[in-house]
C-alpha cells in the first residue's frame, strides 16, 4: 500500500491535537485566526503525512511526489465549474423554498432582480477566492490526503461517508463552544450539522475520484462557504431559518442527499463500465 499506517496515524493525530489548540484559542478569544489555522492543520498534517510516505519508499523505482500526495494535479474545467455550481444548487434552492414561506426575511423583498445581481455578484466572486485561501487548506488533508488513503483501505463507497462523519465531527468542537451555526439549540444542530456535511463530502469526494486532483474539491468547499456565510445568510432574517437552510436545515440536507445520491449512482455505474 502506499499511504502506510504510520503515514495515517500520524495525519490524524496532527489534525487531532493542531485543531483542539486553535479551537481552543478562538473559543477562549474569539480572535479569528484561531480558525483559520484551524482550517490549515489538515494541510500540515497530510504535508508531515506525505514526507513520511516519500521517505519510506525513497528505494523505491516509482518515486513518490509530495505535490501528488496532497491532490495537487491538474483538473479538467469541467470538475471546477461544478464545485462552484453544485453548492449554488443544494444552498440556493433551500433559501428560495424559505423566502417564498417567509417574504418578509428576505432582504431583497419586491427589489428588482437586476439590482440583487449588481449587489451580490461583485460580492461573491471575490469572496469566493478569499473563502478558497482557507478552504483549500482543508481539502488538502481531507480530500487531497484523506480520501485516496482511505480508500486505498475502505473502498470508495466506504470511504466518502467515512470521510463525511470525520469532517463534520471536525467541526463539533466550534458548533458546541464557538458560536458557529447560531440559532438552533445544540440537540438540533449537532445531527442535523452532520445530516449536512455526509452527503457535502460524497459529492465533493465524487469529484475528487473523477478529477484525481484537490482543486474541484477546494472550489465547491469556497463556494459552499461563500454562499452560505456571505451572500445568503446575510440578506436572510428569520429566528427559524437555521432550522430550514444552512448548514443544518432540513431542506438542505434533502437537496444535498438528493444530489449525492444521484453522484452515487453515476460513481457506481462508471466503475461498473470501467470494469
Not at 485543531?19 to 474569539?30: D, K, L, P, R
Not at 478569499?130 to 466506504?158: C, H, N, Q, V, Y
Amino acid at each position: 500500500m502506499k499511504y502506510s499506517k504510520k503515514s495515517l496515524i500520524v495525519f490524524f493525530s496532527i489534525v487531532i491535537a493542531l485543531s483542539a489548540i486553535f479551537e481552543g484559542i478562538y473559543v477562549v478569544t474569539g480572535n479569528e485566526l484561531g480558525v483559520l489555522f484551524m482550517m490549515w492543520t489538515p494541510a500540515l498534517a497530510a504535508i508531515v503525512a506525505g514526507i513520511i510516505i516519500k521517505k519510506e519508499n525513497k528505494d523505491s523505482e516509482e518515486k513518490v511526489k509530495l505535490s501528488s500526495l496532497l491532490g495537487f494535479r491538474f483538473s479538467k474545467i469541467r470538475y471546477i465549474l461544478l464545485g462552484i455550481f453544485i453548492p449554488l444548487v443544494y444552498l440556493l434552492v433551500p433559501y428560495i423554498i424559505y423566502w417564498n414561506m417567509h417574504p418578509d426575511n428576505f432582504g431583497y423583498t419586491g427589489v428588482a432582480i437586476g439590482v440583487v445581481l449588481k449587489d451580490l455578484l461583485p460580492v461573491t466572486v471575490i469572496s469566493l477566492f478569499i473563502s478558497l485561501l482557507s478552504a483549500l487548506g482543508e481539502e488538502i488533508g481531507w480530500r487531497g490526503f484523506m480520501l485516496p488513503a482511505l480508500t486505498e483501505r475502505l473502498g470508495d463507497m466506504k470511504t466518502l461517508f467515512l470521510t463525511g462523519l470525520i469532517w463534520s465531527v471536525w467541526h463539533f468542537p466550534i458548533l458546541l463552544f464557538g458560536g458557529y451555526m447560531e440559532g438552533c439549540p445544540v440537540w438540533f444542530k449537532l445531527p442535523a450539522f452532520v445530516l449536512c456535511i455526509v452527503p457535502v463530502a460524497v459529492i465533493a469526494g465524487y469529484l475528487t475520484y473523477r478529477s484525481r486532483s484537490v482543486w474541484p474539491a477546494a472550489f465547491l468547499h469556497a463556494a459552499h462557504n461563500d454562499y452560505d456565510q456571505v451572500v445568503f445568510d446575510v440578506i436572510t432574517r428569520g429566528d427559524d431559518k437555521k432550522y430550514f437552510v444552512s448548514e443544518t436545515g432540513v431542506f438542505t440536507i434533502l437537496c444535498a442527499w438528493i444530489i449525492a445520491a444521484i453522484l452515487l449512482v453515476l460513481l457506481r455505474k462508471q466503475k461498473e463500465a470501467e470494469k
